[in-house]
């Protein structure tokens, strides 16, 4: 696979006009071509803060688990998870949050923080509500856990999130250590991918940060190929402002990070992006513009990662249709 972020071979060509634009480079590029620049404009206007609102504070406090992108200093970019007891995110003023809390030993994340000040792409989630806020800036460990200075912060609309609850603290209570890497998916982490309704990709752009996103659909909607070394995701439509394609665009760098919602374990993938703009795999999905495919390049599969039990209660009733289904 190409190594390259998009197959437009003229690639971006707008620069970031002040440090406080709206979008960056790759996240303009992105939306001219998709045709929706003026809608990204309009919607960026009304939701990207630079503070923490009063609301999102709210919010924020009340969350269990954080999924989190960052790179580490080996330039590989991840998407993680955090967990804490209710309470672990707290706000001391609208510009920065302090977590209580660290990540998993051997997590990409602790590497990351590790080697100092490292970009932080935060996404908080209330799947029972629908509910999801993101928050960028940059992260250092602190004596009672994590640092963060808040550069961004916005809601997502609901797409694709399926309603789930926690019904279970899970037997053993918080992250179990056990950790096993490999550089490619096998068959059961395969099965695993494959079942998936939920995935969250991190992103990174070398100014603006890291950037952690929410992906959803139907059971399948993932497909992994070529013995575990290439994760095809669709990109269905969301709020047209495409932070995470934009960041690919600049650095087709990625992470992303599955979780099995009964078990709590999470699977965790680093590698290379390219984006499909058209060509078979696009027009066998339907209702499907583009797709992401992931060059698997290392996996991280931890047990018990998430310390409760989810049900789910309602899947997202507008899912888009798998490949081979009727729209």
Sequence with gaps: MSSAASSDPTGPTTTI???DALF???ELAVQRRAGVADVARRVGEGSIEHELAPEVIAFLTHQLFLFCATRTPDGSVWASLLAGPPGFTRAPDAGHLLLATQPAAGDPLARALAHGPAPLGILA???ATRTRVRVNGTATQSEGGIAVEVHEAFGNCTKYIGARVPVELLAGGMVDSSRRSSDRLDAGQ?????GADTAFVASVHGERGADASHRGGRPGFLEVGDNGRRVLLPDYSGNRMFQTLGNLTVDPR???LIVDWETGRT???SGIAE??????EVERRPKVDRVIAIEVHAVADQVRALPIRFEL???YPLQPPLPGETP
């Excluded at 984006?275 to 078979?280: F, H, L, Q, R, V």
């Design 17 to 19: 006009a002040a440090a």
């Design 24 to 26: 960056h480079e790759g």
């Design 125 to 127: 989630l209330e799947s």
């Design 190 to 194: 395969t099965e695993l991918a494959r």
């Design 254 to 256: 990625i992470g992303m």
């Design 267 to 269: 699977l965790q993938l």
């Design 275 to 280: 984006i499909i703009w058209d060509g078979p």
């Design 313 to 315: 209660r309602q899947p």
